[in-house]
């Protein structure tokens, strides 16, 4: 059986992709962890995922992505967080102050046991931070290449979050020091890049071979969206893929919540 969940990523300012894209989910029946952006987030964004939330709380799950999602690093806007090195301080006012914003908007819709770090870059302070404020779970990506399998290997045995200036995975498991249980997804929906740079739509036959791979290597396996990319066709290919899921008898629908329980 392979464990599959959803995370959709740069929750916020209320659009129409926005709707699309949690009444798909909400009407396969899908679950989905939400990531809002304390800094994206408006009025419309908060009234319209509470509501959500609230009508289908097994399905809608809110969680902090990050505070602002951009920082400044040598002079260059990035749309990272918490990567460069940045003071422990300063990563945990920033996470404590998205916190408290969505904490207030959302009141008890907001689930604050899952952090999804932007970009996916984080090192030892984040995790240390993230710790200390209460946050039990961590999402971020997996990759399942023979290159990166091996990194990570190398740096789970010496118990390392980075390695060689790069985030080392613990998806499955738990990461050393504040011991978060780590669920990461393995697949992005979103557009590709061909071998010159070029930008590439995914196919439905794209994606499922994706997952193929993904699963071949992982019992559980995420998908993550970014309902901003999700317009016209690709509102089309994702439900194509969703049905493709749910029509495999060897697919089980979980949230992140679900499984971080299981996280050894």
């Avoid at 916020?12 to 926005?18: A, I, V």
């Avoid at 439900?239 to 629908?253: G, N, Q, S, T, Y």
Wanted: charged share 25%; glycine share 8%.
């Amino acid at each position: 059986m392979t464990k599959v969940f959803f995370r959709d990523d740069d929750v916020g300012e209320l659009s129409q992709p926005m709707r699309d894209v949690f009444e798909l989910l909400i009407e396969e029946e899908v679950p989905c962890n939400f990531q809002v952006v304390p800094k994206f987030l408006d009025g419309a964004g908060a009234h319209y995922i509470v509501n959500a939330q609230r009508q289908h709380p097994g399905l809608v799950i809110l969680n902090q992505h990050g505070f602002r999602h951009e920082q400044m690093i040598n002079g260059e806007q990035v749309w990272s967080e918490f990567d460069g090195h940045r003071a422990y301080a300063e990563q945990r006012k920033d996470i404590e102050e998205g916190h408290e914003i969505l904490r207030s908007a959302l009141g008890n819709a907001f689930d604050d046991s899952i952090f999804t770090p932007p970009c996916h870059k984080y090192d030892e302070a984040t995790v240390e931070v993230l710790g200390e404020l209460g946050f039990a779970t961590l999402s971020a990506g997996v990759k399942v290449d023979p290159i990166s399998s091996l990194y990570y290997m190398a740096g789970r045995m010496l118990g390392r979050v980075s390695l060689l200036g790069k985030r080392v995975s613990y998806h499955g498991s738990r990461t050393p020091g504040a011991r978060l249980s780590e669920v990461s997804v393995c697949i992005d929906v979103d557009e590709a890049v061909d071998a010159v740079g070029n930008k590439v739509e995914k196919s439905v036959d794209d994606l499922w071979a994706e997952f193929e791979r993904c699963r071949a290597r992982l019992s559980v396996v995420g998908v993550m969206l970014h309902h901003g990319k999700c317009e016209g066709q690709r509102v089309d290919t994702l439900r194509a893929f969703i049905k493709r899921l749910k029509a495999d008898a060897a697919v089980e629908f979980r949230t992140i919540n679900e499984l971080a329980t299981e996280a050894s």
